[in-house]
């Protein structure tokens, strides 16, 4: 047997993968193009047809609500923007509570705060590390006015479940879909399965524009009011005519003509880069699932995985090292991308101080707050757990894996399980 790594024997890659690549010629002509035409964004701040931005902003916008099969995209300068302008939309506003997963990248809360909300974390669940309906449940109060759903890590959140309770309660529901574009749902891209779903195409998104997002909904209400909010809506709404002004505060999030360019071009791309994405996914997955005490990622029926993320859960008991020298060995062996743990923002300091806008703990603490939000410790166990002891993940969006690498990288882990009692 070749010895551990870790211990001082050969490790089983000596490289990381190729770097993750999405841009090739086809964007290099789309970029030249809008260059040699000059002109770089068309929107205008005010009510007259430049309002809704330039040619490649429009064509990409109807390509990709034409793609998504969803009546309205409307196109940002970021998902981070989109969170904001959905959030927006919706209605949000001071006194009322959003619940939000612990598990996501942290502007899926920050956005509830933009509008002087207060985010409310639910727990997750550990087939998907989604939110746990029946942690919906628990946190609702009568401050609840929207839930923000990720479907982290490319796999759909209880979309069916979480929409009914959005019915029966009044609630409007946010898709973040940040990480799982061209994953489905029963038969429906995710993110088009609540009212309004976001996308990100920052770097490492599955398909990117160096930065920017884009909004789904099939309401033309909602789609409105995002396309005011992301551009100066509130010198917009007198002469469109617009009487519901509450919360059209506008930003300037608008999409340029350049990224807009290469975004149409990544979405040709995407359902070929997103096939690939699964095959060294379930490759890994057919590789690893023997691993006693290792669960592979779940993929439920009727859905399909994006994997921006490969999550794996440790069953301590049975593996009998602990995470953290696991990963240590498991790194020593080569494997890169590999993470411990990946968010619980309820433990931030933002929450921890309710230190948000300004110095006085504004929203908590305001007048019409009347709610009583907890972010102590305790408050997500399964989330926590998970950070702490039993979570493991591959950054598999960073690395374009040949079938070679991916043999290694199993082989690897193999090596690891083996002999894991030397480790401890
Ligand atoms: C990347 C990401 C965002 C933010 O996207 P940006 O386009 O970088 O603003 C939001 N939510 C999730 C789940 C993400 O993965």
Known sequence: MKTLAILGGDPVLNSAPAPYRTIGIEESRAVQKVMDDGELSSFLG????????????????????????????????????????????????????????????????????????????????????????????????????????????????????????????????????????????????????????????????????????????????????MQLIRNHGEAVVEGKGVDDISNIIGFNFRMPEIEAAIGREQLKKLDTLLARRQEICERLSRGLSGLSGLQVPRVWEDCTHAYYLYGMILDPEVVGVPKNRLIDALEAEGIAGLTRGYANLHLLPMYQRRIAMGKKGYPWNDAVYSGEVSYQKGICPVAERLQDETYVGLLVCLYDYSNDEVDKTIEAFQKVWEQRELLL
């Open 46 to 225: 005010s009510w007259n047809d430049a309002f809704y931005g330039g040619p490649n902003v429009r064509a990409f916008e109807s390509e990709w609500a034409e793609h998504f099969k969803v009546t309205h995209a409307v196109s940002v300068n970021s998902a981070t923007s989109g969170l904001i302008a959905a959030l927006g939309a919706v209605g949000v506003e001071p006194g009322d509570e959003v619940i939000v997963s612990p598990w996501t990248m942290c502007a899926s809360a920050t956005a509830v705060l933009v509008w002087g909300a207060v985010p409310v974390f639910a727990d997750i669940e550990e087939e998907t590390f989604n939110l746990d309906v029946a942690s919906i449940k628990r946190n609702l109060s009568p401050q609840t006015r929207a839930i923000v759903l990720p479907d982290i890590f490319g796999h759909a959140a209880a979309l069916e479940e979480i929409m009914e309770i959005a019915a029966s309660e009044d609630l409007l529901v946010i898709e973040d879909a940040s990480q799982a574009p061209g994953a489905l749902y029963r038969g429906a891209y995710v993110g088009t399965l609540a009212h309004i779903g976001v996308f990100s195409l920052n770097y490492h998104k599955h398909i990117h524009t160096g930065e920017g997002g884009v909004c789904v909904t099939n309401d033309s209400k909602l789609a409105e009011r």
